[in-house]
Structure formats: structure tokens, C-alpha cells
Nanobody, 122 residues
């Protein structure tokens, strides 16, 4: 099992910056990738950014490309999301996600944090 705890949410002005962090504990040795998703009121949860645990390769949703940066600290089992030039449409609950890799299988267990609220307004 894996436990994920997010931190760093809150309120920020339009155009401001915020950094989210997520620390994993438990069976983290099988981590394949970690990601951030978000869910705005009345909308479905959507992908924001992902980082591959071994290579560090990162991927972004189009609307955050160039504004958000995902990074990882393998030693601390932590993933961070630096968010710049925040806009009201970035307001959402942000969730941390970890996908594990089971050696010898195609199984990819997925774990979620409880989420942290990010509110962007003027």
C-alpha cells in the first residue's frame, strides 16, 4: 500500500505562484510515475502533469504547459508542482497520484491523495 499526502494549497492572486508538494509513504519502491490531477467544481477530474519516476521525463496538459513545472525528489519520495502565472480557471482541488509497477505483470496499481484546494482570484 501507498499513502499520499499533499500540501501547499491555499489562496493566491491572479498572476501569482504557488507550489504544491506530495509525499509518498509505504511501498514506494515500485513507483512508476507520479502525477497531479485537478477537479474544479462541477467538472470531472482532469490530468495536469506527470513525471516518470526513473527517467524524470515530464508531461503536461496543454493549458498548463509553460506555466507549471513538475519535479521529483526520489530520495524523499516527493513530487512537487510549481505553478506560475495562475489564473482563475486553475482554481480546483489538486490531487496527487502515484502509479506503481508490478514486476513481471502489466498491473499498474494507482493511489490517490485526499487533495488540496487551490483558489485563484483577484
Amino acid at each position: 500500500q501507498v499513502q499520499l499526502v499533499e500540501s501547499g494549497g491555499g489562496w493566491v492572486q491572479v498572476g501569482g505562484s504557488m507550489r504544491l508538494s506530495c509525499t509518498a509513504s509505504g511501498q514506494t519502491s515500485r513507483t512508476h510515475n507520479m502525477a497531479w490531477f485537478r477537479q474544479a467544481p462541477g467538472k470531472e477530474r482532469e490530468f495536469v502533469a506527470r513525471i516518470m519516476w526513473n527517467t524524470g521525463n515530464s508531461y503536461y496538459e496543454d493549458s498548463v504547459e509553460g506555466r507549471f513545472t513538475i519535479s521529483r525528489d526520489k530520495a524523499e519520495s516527493t513530487v512537487s508542482l510549481q505553478m506560475n502565472s495562475l489564473q482563475p480557471e486553475d482554481t480546483a482541488v489538486y490531487y496527487c497520484n502515484l502509479e506503481a509497477q508490478i514486476t513481471g505483470t502489466s498491473s499498474r496499481p494507482s493511489y490517490w491523495g485526499r487533495g488540496t484546494q487551490v483558489t485563484v482570484s483577484s
